[in-house]
């Protein structure tokens, strides 16, 4: 499913049809039983990623026109599945080490895998009460957006672009000043979010702005998986056992504290380069790529649109 507004048509009816496909593929996603294990895991994480997109394509309005009949749904059904997906993600921490790093963890790997997975196991019967209430939320957002088609133009979007660039590039100002847990955290949220909009805003020329969009992409999954190398840190601090396979875990430790440290270094450098324009001039060009498109694609160009 593209997420992807076809510009070429009305804004506030191109973004209610995204909205609803993005609600309905959660739902669909949400009625996955526990039982698969790998399938649930899967379906919370792509449901998520749904919510994420509705919360990114709402913020591209006026605040006047993000009603809060849509808003607190959304913000409630985000709510209900987080505890959930805390509680699964380590487990992807671990795989991806193994398979972009299978030397870090060596022999450490299966038995941290083994202990973690309990974890994961008793996180998500704790929390998988979560999954009914955000279904509650979401079919109550449904119903909101059955009969929601805001009054939005192409200008308004450009403006909406133009405000999310700006909350990224100052939490990532803050980030590289404080480099804290927070303020990194911070910069990631900001970041997935820039890089959904500028996706919804792609037809504006789709083969220069896929690889821009991928690239903020790469920058929020760094931040995000940087983050969670420091949780894995705590888990494996917390260990009482002296030895992970034939890794003793102190040496674990130092492995993953100097590829937390990597991570974040690449992350600096990545972000100085996907910051590097303002986001005045990036929503200014963006609406350029609209005008000057091709008929059909982005027709109906409007004044003031920067």
């Not at 991806?96 to 060596?106: C, N, R």
């Not at 955000?134 to 009969?147: D, E, F, N, P, Y």
């Not at 480099?179 to 220069?208: I, K, T």
Request: aromatic share 2%; net charge positive.
């Amino acid at each position: 499913m593209a997420f992807v507004l076809k510009l070429d048509r009305d804004p506030g009816a191109e973004l209610a049809r995204v909205m609803r496909l993005e609600v309905d593929s959660a739902l669909h996603l949400l009625a996955v039983t526990p039982r698969d294990a790998g399938a649930f895991r899967a379906a919370i994480h792509d449901a998520r990623r749904a919510l994420r997109r509705c919360r990114a394509a709402l913020r591209l309005l006026p605040s006047d026109l993000a009603i809060d009949t849509l808003v607190r749904p959304l913000r409630a059904a985000g709510r209900a599945l987080s505890p959930l997906r805390d509680a699964q993600a380590l487990l992807e921490t671990l795989a991806q080490l193994q398979q972009q790093q299978p030397a870090l963890l060596g022999s450490a790997h299966p038995v941290l895998l083994q202990r973690l997975m309990r974890q994961v196991r008793a996180g998500e019967r704790r929390h998988v009460d979560g999954v009914p209430a955000a279904a509650v939320a979401l079919r109550t957002l449904a119903t909101t957006l059955a009969g929601w088609r805001p009054e939005v133009s192409h200008a308004q979007l450009w403006r909406g672009l133009r405000r999310g660039t700006l909350r990224a590039t100052r939490a990532a100002h803050a980030a590289r000043g404080r480099a804290d847990e927070a303020a990194l955290h911070r910069w990631r949220r900001r970041m997935r979010e820039h890089a959904l909009q500028l996706e919804l805003l792609s037809a504006a020329w789709p083969q220069v702005l896929a690889g821009e969009v991928a690239e903020r992409k790469r920058l929020a999954r760094m931040l995000g998986h940087w983050r969670d190398l420091g949780v894995l840190q705590i888990h494996v601090r917390r260990l009482r056992c002296e030895h992970l396979g034939r890794l003793r875990r102190d040496s674990l430790m130092q492995r993953l504290r100097g590829a937390h440290a990597q991570l974040l270094q690449d992350a600096f450098m990545l972000g100085a380069r996907v910051h590097a324009e303002s986001p005045r001039a990036l929503a200014a060009r963006i609406a350029r790529y609209h005008a000057a498109a091709p008929a059909g694609n982005a027709a109906h160009p409007q004044r003031g649109s920067s």
